[in-house]
């Protein structure tokens, strides 16, 4: 694994109107170079949660269930306490140098810090210069 893909890019491609980059970007990672994060799951399920009942969101519900652990089986990751503890750290640092760290996006940077992995992610404003790497397809 290289990768921890964030919620922004693992949804994308379902989008009407997918940004072409973030689709090639994609396509040309090996799958097993991709991970997810069980936040990543998590975000998922509240936005079909929020969802009307209908087919769109059957067939999100059937895609979280089913298809997303066989295409990512084994690259699951769960907050285990090495990135418990990296979140700590990070967020230490981003309070003391007056850059508050939203909780998941910190708890993202720290599965990434505890696996040596990059979060793909188009929230730079957030999860940049915060000593773990960090990939923005959007920007090409």
């Known amino acids: 694994m290289r990768y921890l893909l964030d919620t922004n890019v693992l949804t994308e491609p379902a989008k009407p109107r997918p940004d072409p980059r973030v689709v090639a970007w994609l396509q040309a990672q090996p799958p097993l170079d991709l991970a997810l994060s069980v936040l990543t799951l998590g975000e998922v399920q509240k936005g079909v949660s929020l969802l009307a009942a209908g087919t769109r969101r059957d067939v999100l519900e059937s895609w979280l269930r089913t298809d997303l652990p066989r295409q990512f089986m084994g690259r699951i990751l769960p907050v285990d306490e090495q990135a418990a503890l990296e979140w ?52 090409g």
Do not use: M
């Open 88 to 139: 700590g750290r990070l967020a230490a640092e981003g309070r003391s140098a007056g850059r508050e760290l939203p909780v998941i996006d910190g708890l993202l940077l720290a599965t990434c810090a505890a696996h040596d992995l990059t979060l793909v992610t188009r929230n730079e404003r957030d999860c940049g210069n915060r000593g773990v790497p960090i990939l923005n397809p959007w920007a």
